[in-house]
T-cell receptor, first 116, second 113 residues
């Protein structure tokens, strides 16, 4: 069965610090997709990135970067020079085709608090 | 504007009183799903639909029903709500299956007394 673990329940940093949010996943499939979503205090869920299992290239988007390592089954998310607006709950998710179903599994989320 | 809408946004009801939360998307997406979000538990999928008239159970389907008569709409039905269904509910849609990014509605906060 697929599983996503976000071991950090809450992280607190001061503005301009770099912060890494960890995501470890489990799946038996060779084809799968990994996602990160952001949920700011306003409550909506916003898609950040999708990665398929065949693409281990790291991605950078502005201050955001993602490190996908199949060897350790991890898909970590780093925010460089954090800002107050980065304060949110971040969810990592995994989608595979286990048993023919398409049930994305979300981690429990990491609450990031950025202090000014 | 491409979006997923949900109604109502907030609902307080009593045990056993049937309710429906509507969900509609205007992106012609095939895949739609419902999630509930509870503190410390993240998002858990209730039901999903891969296309019109095709629905299937997610991780926590007990106590819920859905239907997909039209591509754009995917209502969530609680026939006899109970207090343990008090939660924040999200509807989501994506281009196909569960492998694409999902677009989420604004959420419906349901309280069952």
């Amino acid at each position: 069965a697929q599983k996503v673990t976000q071991a950090q329940t809450e992280i607190s940093v001061v503005e301009k610090e770099d912060v890494t949010l960890d995501c470890v996943y489990e799946t038996r499939d060779t084809t799968y997709y990994l996602f990160w979503y952001k949920q700011p205090p306003s409550g909506e869920l916003v898609f950040l990135i999708r990665r398929n299992s065949f693409d281990e290239q790291n991605e950078i988007s502005g201050r955001y970067s993602w490190n996908f390592q199949k060897s350790t089954s991890s898909f970590n998310f780093t925010i460089t020079a954090s800002q107050v607006v980065d304060s949110a709950v971040y969810f990592c998710a995994l989608s595979d085709v286990s048993g023919g179903s398409y049930i994305p599994t979300f981690g429990r989320g990491t609450s990031l608090i950025v202090h000014p | 504007e491409a979006q997923v809408t949900q109604n109502p946004r907030y609902l307080i009801t009593v045990t056993g009183k049937k309710l429906t939360v509507t969900c509609s998307q205007n992106m012609n997406h095939e895949y739609m799903s419902w999630y509930r979000q509870d503190p410390g538990l993240g998002l858990r999928q209730i039901y999903y639909s891969m296309n019109v008239e095709v629905t299937d159970k997610g991780d926590v389907p007990e106590g819920y029903k859905v239907s997909r008569k039209e591509k754009r709409n995917f209502p969530l039905i609680l026939e006899s709500p109970s207090p343990n269904q008090t939660s924040l509910y999200f509807c989501a849609s994506s281009l196909e299956r569960g492998h694409n990014e999902q677009f989420f509605g604004p959420g419906t906060r349901l309280t069952v007394l």
